[in-house]
């Protein structure tokens, strides 16, 4: 055992350093160079502030389009309801002179063709807005086209579930249902 103690090789370090100047070292070299943490996080600061910036811009563009977008929506509502007031302004203007004309002329037929074409003047001022009388007589019932208000009993088999009478005219806008037809439907008669 005693040969193992000799080929020990013993390291003294006589080295004087006192722990506090090796701290103030440490220190600063720290305060002259930004560690590689702290450089990236004031990248991410720089980034994150013009990431904030830009989309403040983006949020002040999308008000301001969306602004834009309301005021031409407005714009061409009113300019359709403008079209539409003037349509039914022309249909009273035919009123008045079917009226005056019926005072002068104190004729039954006269008024009749007059209270004809103020409605031909109607309806052609709602066909350029898009509404369109329903033509439903003498076609097969459609409950989402009209209302069956009642039922009016046939010996014809072919007017069976058929629109034998209507009451009130049903009309849609373009593709869509404004108001359903008052009808009354056939139904053949069963024998006994």
Avoid: W
Avoid at 5 to 24: H, V, Y
Avoid at 103 to 116: I, P, R, T, Y
Wanted: no cysteine; aromatic share 6%.
């Amino acid at each position: 055992m005693e040969d193992n103690n000799k080929d020990k090789i013993i390291i003294t370090d006589r080295r004087r350093i006192s722990p506090d100047s090796a701290d103030k070292e440490v220190k600063d070299y720290e305060r002259k160079y930004p560690t590689y943490i702290e450089q990236l996080q004031k990248q991410l600061s720089s980034k994150d502030e013009k990431l904030k910036i830009r989309l403040e811009e983006l949020n002040t563009e999308n008000q301001a389009y969306k602004k834009r977008l309301q005021t031409e929506m407005d714009r061409r509502a009113e300019s359709s309801m403008k079209d539409l007031f003037n349509s039914l302004l022309e249909v009273i203007d035919s009123f008045d002179r079917a009226l005056e004309t019926a005072k002068s002329e104190h004729s039954f037929d006269e008024l009749m063709q007059g209270m004809n074409m103020i409605r031909d003047h109607f309806l052609t001022a709602l066909k350029k807005a898009g509404i369109t009388p329903l033509e439903i007589l003498n076609t097969p019932f459609n409950p989402d086209m009209a209302e069956a208000m009642g039922v009016i009993e046939t010996d014809d088999p072919q007017k069976d579930n058929m629109v034998v009478e209507e009451f009130s005219k049903g009309y849609q806008y373009k593709d869509k249902m404004l108001r359903p037809a008052m009808v009354r439907v056939g139904k053949l008669e069963k024998k006994k």
